[in-house]
């Protein structure tokens, strides 16, 4: 089992940054790829960003790739999501994810998900 819990939200003008943290507990934090999925109200839930294991390979939604940075600490078994020239259409809850396995060539699948987190609020104003 892996517990995964998000800080970091909160509200920004548009062109501001937020950093989201996810700090993950239980189960070997490095046997598992970690991402990022936003949901805006009204709509499905989308993927953002996806981490390898070492933090070496990173993939990214087209909509944010320039604009946000995935990393992750395996030392403190937290990953991060850096989010730059943040737009109201990056207004959603964030989540964190983990899925089993260590690279990161792709985006990460909804179903492919182990383990969510609650999520975070991020409200970008105009």
């Known amino acids: 089992q892996v517990q995964l819990v998000e800080s970091g939200g909160g509200l920004v003008q548009a062109g501001g940054s937020l950093r989201l943290s996810c700090a993950a507990s239980?189960?070997?934090?490095?046997?598992?790829?970690m991402g990022w999925f936003r949901q805006a109200p009204g709509k499905e839930r989308d993927f953002v960003a996806v981490s390898s294991w070492s933090g070496g390979g990173t993939y990214y939604a087209d909509s944010v790739k320039g604009r946000f940075t995935i990393s992750r600490d395996n030392a403190r078994n937290t990953v991060y999501l850096q989010m730059n020239s943040l737009k109201p259409e990056d207004t959603a809850v964030y989540y964190c994810?983990?899925?089993?396995?260590?690279?990161?060539?792709?985006?990460?699948?909804?179903?492919?998900?182990?383990?969510w987190g609650k999520g975070t609020l991020v409200t970008v104003s105009s």
């Open positions: 239980g189960r070997s934090f490095i046997f598992y790829r």
């Open positions: 994810a983990a899925a089993k396995g260590v690279t990161a060539t792709q985006a990460m699948g909804v179903t492919s998900v182990d383990y």
